[in-house]
């Protein structure tokens, strides 16, 4: 839709219902919903109310929008920001588990203590588990900085009982958000969130992780974003240590100490592509999906990989409209990427 109006979206939101028709993977219902945003949407309030929680919107244009973001291929308009901090320090995330060992919950703490401390602002989403410990090992160091990607609209704090760190890092961080006030966190939030914690990020470090946990959706992303994924090794016969000693068998960088990762941002290493796919039960039946993903997924039906170039000139549609469209339908568990950087059809999709 930007790329169809220039980029503008307050001519996204005045555009006529055959203008809309007229954007490529947007749904009737979708069309309906931005005809009628006004009805919908009460923008008066939402601007009151953020005045009020002292939110600020900060859009793309903005010099206080995290530069790093911009980067990637689908940054947020926008994002609600709670705090003062201006996302100027490097950035690395730190991602794992909620359910957690002791070992996962001491290292990272003391990783995100030892990064803050050096300068470096760490990024996760206020997860339970080993976001929660990364962020307040980040708030020990002296004038340590952190930043928290929430999975809802801003004002919701979840989960409710980190309210204290809710808190402490608006007061000396930021709290962020791309969805509106009021929004609740769901199974789509959730993957939205895990984009702009790496998007966010120089490096993202995994420190405990299953094999099917959220983390290494975030991984994945990392690695798709061109940023260092980097993954604390664990016990074979630990089940939280599976997805991190996968990440390092595909490619992750294994991480021992901060002093690994600082010496390896240092010299910018460019890692090969990880193939991060992660099993899990679909978002949508297929149905629910529009013609363009119908179209897209009827091109996996002989089992061969395709990349986003090739099946741009068979749909004869954009490549950036194809490689988003296979980026969602890779969330909805339909496609798969490769090493190589075409994608195949899940083998669960008949």
Not at 247 to 271: K, N, P
Request: charged share 25%; aromatic share 6%; glycine share 12%.
């Amino acid at each position: 839709m930007l790329e169809r109006f220039g980029g503008d979206p307050v001519r996204v939101l005045h555009a006529d219902r055959a203008e809309l028709s007229e954007v490529r993977g947007l749904t009737r219902r979708g069309v309906d919903a931005i005809v009628s945003w006004q009805s919908n949407f009460d923008l008066s309030r939402e601007k009151e109310r953020a005045v009020k929680l002292g939110v600020r919107f900060v859009d793309r244009e903005s010099d206080r929008y995290p530069g790093i973001l911009k980067e990637i291929h689908d940054p947020p308009i926008g994002l609600y920001v709670l705090g003062d901090y201006r996302f100027s320090r490097p950035s690395v995330a730190i991602v794992g588990s909620r359910r957690t060992t002791l070992y996962g919950q001491g290292v990272a703490r003391e990783f995100g203590r030892e990064l803050s401390g050096r300068g470096i602002c760490v990024t996760s989403g206020m997860a339970r588990g080993i976001d929660t410990y990364a962020h307040q090992g980040a708030l020990e160091a002296e004038g340590g900085m952190t930043v928290a990607v929430m999975g809802c609209g801003i004002d919701i704090v979840y989960p409710p009982e980190n309210i204290g760190l809710y808190r402490n890092i608006g007061e000396s961080g930021a709290v962020v958000s791309e969805f509106p006030l009021g929004r609740r966190a769901d199974k789509q939030t959730f993957p939205m969130r895990n984009r702009l914690v790496s998007g966010m990020s120089q490096a993202v470090i995994v420190v405990e992780s299953d094999e099917t946990g959220g983390s290494l959706i975030t991984a994945r992303f990392a690695g798709e974003q061109g940023r260092l994924v980097c993954a604390v090794p664990g016990r074979i016969d630990q089940k939280t240590s599976r997805g991190c000693n996968r990440l390092i068998r595909d490619g992750a960088l294994l991480l021992s100490s901060v002093d690994d990762l600082l010496t390896e941002l240092e010299y910018e290493t460019t890692l090969p592509h990880l193939n991060i796919a992660y099993p899990g039960e679909r978002d949508c039946d297929i149905e629910e999906l529009d013609e363009v993903e119908l179209k897209l997924i009827k091109l996996f039906e002989g089992g061969e990989a395709l990349d986003a170039d090739r099946i741009a000139k068979q749909l004869q549609i954009g490549t950036a409209d194809i490689a988003s469209t296979l980026m969602m339908l890779e969330l909805k568990g339909y496609v798969a990427k490769r090493l190589d950087g075409s994608y195949e059809a899940v083998s669960r999709y008949s």
